[in-house]
């Protein structure tokens, strides 16, 4: 296994599935961004997202489905489950498990993590909790 592959394994496990943030923030290069189709966010904006989903979810587990490495770049297709037990997203906890999947895109500098285009359908987690459905017409 690459150093990168379990430098990523090490910091998504940590902050997406442990609450432990510092995981996350301990592979960043200056300037870190993340990317997503709701528009872009620094650290400190994801560090809040980090730590409401897993106040939200104290259970969450993340399990990285795959890893793909090339060059300065990797691509990682993820799924996160856990228990809705407080507020996320402005929807009251349910006490509902769900799952939900994505894929984050990274660009290294260094061995630090630079950029990286995250891509999941929050329509899907609404959908799990109960309050959306996704199906025709949506």
Same mark, same amino acid.
């Given at each position: 296994?690459?150093?990168?592959?379990?430098?990523?394994? &090490?910091? =998504?496990?940590?902050? =997406?599935?442990?609450?432990?943030?510092?995981?996350?923030?301990?592979?960043?290069?200056?300037?870190?961004?993340?990317?997503? &189709?709701?528009?872009?966010?620094?650290?400190?904006?994801?560090? &809040?997202?980090?730590?409401?989903?897993?106040?939200?979810?104290?259970?969450?587990?993340?399990?990285?489905?795959?890893?793909?490495?090339?060059?300065?770049?990797?691509?990682?297709?993820?799924?996160?489950?856990?228990?809705?037990?407080?507020?996320?997203?402005?929807?009251?906890?349910?006490?509902?498990?769900?799952?939900?999947?994505?894929?984050?895109?990274?660009?290294?500098?260094?061995? &630090?993590?630079?950029?990286?285009?995250?891509? =999941?359908?929050?329509?899907?987690?609404?959908?799990?909790?109960?309050?959306?459905?996704?199906?025709?017409?949506?």
């Amino acid at each position: 296994m690459s150093t990168r592959r379990e430098t990523i394994l &090490k910091a =998504w496990n940590g902050a =997406w599935g442990d609450g432990d943030v510092d995981a996350f923030e301990r592979i960043l290069a200056p300037g870190y961004i993340r990317r997503s &189709k709701s528009g872009t966010e620094d650290y400190a904006s994801l560090r &809040k997202t980090i730590q409401a989903m897993n106040t939200a979810f104290p259970d969450s587990a993340i399990e990285i489905l795959q890893i793909i490495e090339d060059g300065d770049r990797a691509a990682i297709h993820w799924q996160t489950r856990g228990t809705h037990q407080g507020t996320y997203m402005d929807v009251p906890a349910t006490g509902r498990t769900v799952t939900v999947t994505g894929a984050s895109f990274l660009r290294f500098e260094d061995e &630090k993590l630079a950029e990286e285009w995250v891509v =999941w359908d929050p329509r899907e987690l609404l959908s799990a909790l109960g309050i959306w459905h996704l199906g025709a017409g949506n």
